[in-house]
């Protein structure tokens, strides 16, 4: 981890970048954003820890838990909240058994989670699977995805 | 026989979820195995274009054979053989693809000047953006206007800030070249959090190079140095290709130091937000590029004085920078004269929700919102009436069929108790609950509120569990006095646009679906049979045929019943998912 964040220092440091930058590579490089990392380095740059969690609580691109090894995101976006998305939302979270106020499967496998709007309302309602955009989408559609994903694994 | 083919392939995110980039590697293949460069001895590219804005028949291709464009719709991978086989080797277009009159109807009706690249050219290539005269107005601009013609241009063209609040550019501009500082900047706002509405969005996917154009104008007019894109997270394709944009601009000397040989110095560099609505409001945004929460402050000075770590800031909208360009080009007096008196221009809006065609559309200002959905629209999908045109976002209101008539422009929406915002029309038909709407747009902004002011924070938070207790079916007589009263202060006493704007969903239904309200508040009734928490769901005996469909879709296992037989649904075990309503081909599920 250390020499993860080590680069992250470095790149902070050649490309002038802030705290939001140092979150971001950090969030990229572990899928969330481990304590120990923020505490790392804050001693590194002498920025108190509250400042790192200040931000990343703020923004919603920051992640404190872990999260699952894939990612459902469903667009809560108004176009597709229109088109059903919050019945979609409700259908997946029990069709994956995931518990009341919770987001990832006790097996870590699936996380799922809601964007405001990805822009992409013609095509609504509209799911990210693992970065790739569907539109259209319905719960079978989406169920079968998802089956595709447990098989290969 | 000398033949000149091009093929554009749609690939913006819309484009690229249908399947764009496997299609055109298709047709790339396709076109190399058959030998098509040999046979005619002539050129024939493939090419990605960007988002032309009718993503509901993506993937859109066209085919162009000697200027003649034929455009066919929902094509998939394995289509390209046949089309490469019968259209392009042979002549003959596959009429059963081709796209419909509701295609030509819906971009006829519209006027691009925003969009009018989009989907017409390589947004990933520079020389395609030249090819069209880019980049023509900048050279101008730097290398032989003053700042203070580039203002005045900008100012008679009677182009308004297209982020929502409409500001006149030329004013903004005029304050920030009037400022004196040796640090100075120039900042695009590409946050577009506004759910519902993609026009940004398109605009840096299918012509990154416009925007970047108009910023080194305004670089020019008020002499600053260095330039931001702030994009939001959720856009990682209109990153991609704004950075290819941005390096291809500093390999052509128009970016950097010395641009267009001019001895000017414009650099600029992309900052990607982190998922947080309120960085779309200029002062959160400059905080978020300064790497701090992104909270809005209060305007003491303007940001033209004191923007961006405290420097002059000159701070516009994508789409308002993207027609900058076409003004230098143009002139002040063409732009103008496409709109009102009151506002130059077209504006792009996003037609989205229970209207047919949904997509990107550009009209003038002035053109009346009958128009937008019926003629351009082509009217709500699957032959359901009308109820309201949601516009502005979460910031802005509902407007009923009766003011339809309107004239579209900043001070005509707002009049109707909604806002212009920044496009997003979001339609909705006899199927759509008003207050669940209004609940929606609460639940949006109170999440969002940076909790920085009290109004917002806490009052947004007061309205929402009050529709959540109307929609719940637990509403009080009163409670439509109370979210008024409440609305009338948080309007007043909020700190940024993000509150003060907040009660505009409520206040514009209450206004003209007031009786939705009561029927929730009084007789426990959802008219659009919506909210959750008053429907029933029950099996109508004499159209059931008991295929037991329901029942095996049912995930609560609240169906009962034997085949061949009646159905039931066991109100108890009932999660009211709809999933059986649905699944249903006979409608003998009632939902009431
Ligand atoms: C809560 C809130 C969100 C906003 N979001 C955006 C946005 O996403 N994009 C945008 O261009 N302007 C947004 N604005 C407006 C900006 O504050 C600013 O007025 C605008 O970007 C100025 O550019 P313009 O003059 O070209 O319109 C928002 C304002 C508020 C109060």
């Given at each position: 981890m250390e020499e993860t964040l080590q680069k992250i220092l470095d790149d902070y440091k050649k490309n002038n970048g802030n705290i939001i930058t140092i979150l971001q590579d950090i969030e990229k490089n572990f899928g969330f954003i481990p304590e120990y990392a923020v505490n790392w380095i804050s001693k590194k740059l002498d920025i108190p820890a509250s400042r790192f969690f200040g931000c990343a609580t703020f923004y919603s691109q920051f992640h404190l838990r872990h999260r699952g090894k894939n990612i459902v995101t469903v667009c809560r976006g108004t176009a597709c909240h229109v088109k059903g998305s919050e019945r979609l939302i409700n259908r997946l979270l029990m069709e994956l058994d995931i518990p009341r106020d919770?987001?990832?499967t006790a097996d870590l496998k699936f996380t799922v989670e809601k964007v405001n709007c990805i822009g992409a309302c013609g095509i609504a309602p509209v799911t990210i699977l693992n970065n790739e955009v569907h539109g259209k989408i319905t719960l079978d559609k989406l169920m079968k995805e998802i089956k595709k994903i447990k098989a290969g694994e | 026989m000398k033949k000149n083919i091009i093929i554009k392939v749609c690939t913006g995110t819309g484009g690229i979820a249908s399947g764009g980039e496997e299609v055109l590697s298709a047709f790339r293949d396709a076109v190399s195995s058959s030998g098509i460069k040999a046979i005619f001895n002539e050129r024939c590219s493939a090419q990605k274009v960007g988002c032309r804005g009718f993503c509901a028949k993506d993937v859109l291709v066209d085919v162009i054979i000697n200027g003649e464009k034929t455009t066919y719709k929902h094509i998939k991978q394995d289509m390209v053989q046949r089309i490469v086989d019968e259209h392009i080797l042979n002549g003959k277009a596959v009429e059963e693809w081709t796209v419909g009159e509701d295609y030509h109807t819906f971009h006829d009706r519209q006027t691009k000047v925003v969009l009018s690249h989009c989907g017409e050219i390589d947004p990933e290539d520079i020389n395609a953006y030249m090819a069209v005269g880019g980049y023509d107005a900048a050279r101008k601009a730097v290398c032989s206007m003053t700042p203070k013609e580039i203002v005045d241009t900008v100012k008679n063209s009677n182009l308004r800030g297209r982020g929502g609040a409409g500001f006149p550019t030329g004013l903004k501009w005029e304050l920030g070249m009037r400022i004196k500082s040796d640090i100075k900047y120039v900042i695009c706002n590409g946050d577009e959090g506004d759910p519902g509405a993609f026009m940004d969005r398109s605009v840096m996917e299918g012509d990154p190079h416009s925007v970047i154009e108009g910023m080194i104008i305004c670089a020019k007019a008020t002499e600053s140095g260095h330039g931001y894109i702030y994009v939001r997270a959720e856009y990682p394709l209109a990153v991609k290709r704004l950075q290819m944009a941005i390096d291809q601009c500093r390999e052509n000397g128009f970016l950097g130091s010395n641009i267009f040989g001019s001895g000017f110095d414009f650099d600029l560099r992309i900052f990607q937000g982190a998922g947080a609505f309120v960085c779309g409001e200029a002062t959160a945004l400059m905080r978020s590029i300064e790497g701090k929460r992104g909270m809005p402050s209060p305007k003491l000075w303007r940001s033209a004085e004191k923007g961006l770590w405290d420097r002059p800031t000159v701070l516009n909208n994508v789409e308002t920078f993207a027609n900058i360009p076409r003004i230098i080009m143009n002139g002040a007096e063409w732009y103008s004269n496409l709109g009102t008196e009151r506002s130059g221009g077209t504006k792009v809006f996003s037609l989205s929700g229970k209207v047919k065609n949904t997509g990107l559309i550009e009209v003038p200002f002035g053109t009346s919102l009958k128009k937008i959905i019926y003629?351009?629209?082509?009217?709500?999908?699957?032959?359901k009436a009308f109820k309201a045109l949601q516009t502005g976002g979460p910031s802005g209101g509902c407007i009923p069929a009766e003011s339809l008539e309107i004239e579209v422009d900043y001070e005509s929406l707002a009049q109707a108790g909604s806002i212009m915002g920044s496009g997003g029309m979001v339609v909705l038909d006899e199927t759509s609950c008003m207050v669940n709407t209004a609940k929606f747009f609460l639940e949006f902004t109170q999440a969002e509120s940076c909790g920085k002011c009290t109004p917002c924070r806490i009052g947004t938070k007061r309205m929402l569990e009050i529709l959540e207790r109307i929609t719940s079916g637990n509403g009080k007589e009163e409670d439509i006095d109370l979210l008024e009263e409440l609305c009338r202060y948080i309007r007043a006493a909020s700190l940024c646009g993000l509150g003060m704007t907040a009660p505009n969903p409520v206040l514009s239904t209450l206004r003209y679906f007031r009786d939705e309200y009561e029927a929730h508040i009084r007789d426990k009734r959802c008219p659009a049979a919506v909210c959750k928490d008053l429907i029933t769901y029950s099996v109508v005996e004499e159209l059931c045929t008991g295929c037991g469909a329901c029942k095996r879709a049912c995930p609560a296992d609240a169906v009962r019943g034997t085949r061949k037989s009646p159905h039931r649904i066991d109100a108890d075990a009932c999660v009211k998912c709809g999933t059986c309503f649905d699944a249903c081909k006979f409608k003998a599920i009632r939902k009431q």
């Open positions: 919770e987001d990832t | 003629d351009i629209g082509g009217g709500i999908e699957g032959g």
